[in-house]
């Protein structure tokens, strides 16, 4: 698949969000975010959100004549939403939206956008962030979540350490 077919396809799929959508994200992030050490909950769940709306707006303003037409590796997207797809625990519609948005989302970051899958500002616990150096990002819990429940491997940024 080339990369204006997937962009084409997740601006589809991102036609049907509404701001009642967004709410239910925001629910989830929360129930989500339970376990986190509370100093950094709060911050986790804004971050978080505003990152994906942000990420989703960008989505939806670009325009396929802005990006390159390369090729996407259609193995590593079809892992990417299987994985996603995998991550249903509550069975709840707020998680359902959550997916659904994650499916669109991720794709865009990792395969478009090529950013990570969490924003520079996100302050992880211990205060550690994503680093920027050039067009490398370098994550310093990624070497830590490597596993089936995660999505680190599909992100674009490299182990920090």
């Given amino acids: 698949m080339k990369a204006k ?37 709060e911050s986790y769940i804004n971050a978080m959100l505003k990152y994906f709306l942000d990420t989703f707006k960008e989505l939806k303003r670009l325009n396929l004549e802005d990006i390159e037409d390369y090729e996407i590796d259609e193995n590593l997207y079809r ?5 996603i797809e995998n991550f249903r625990r509550y069975n709840t519609k707020e998680e359902e939206k959550f997916i659904k948005l994650s499916k669109i989302i991720c794709p865009y970051l ?39 429940y995660s999505l680190c491997e599909f992100c674009i940024s490299k182990p920090l350490n």
Wanted: positive net charge; aromatic residues 14%; glycine residues 4%.
């Fill in 5 to 41: 077919e997937l962009l084409k396809k997740l601006k589809e799929e991102a036609k049907d969000f509404g701001i009642y959508d967004i709410i239910d994200i925001k629910v989830f992030l929360e129930k989500d975010a339970k376990y986190l050490p509370e100093k950094y909950r």
């Fill in 79 to 83: 892992k990417l939403i299987e994985r």
């Fill in 110 to 148: 990792r395969f478009i956008a090529k950013k990570p899958f969490h924003p520079e500002y996100l302050i992880f616990p211990g205060g550690l962030k994503i680093i920027k150096k050039g067009n490398i990002y370098y994550c310093p819990v990624k070497n830590k979540q490597l596993n089936k």
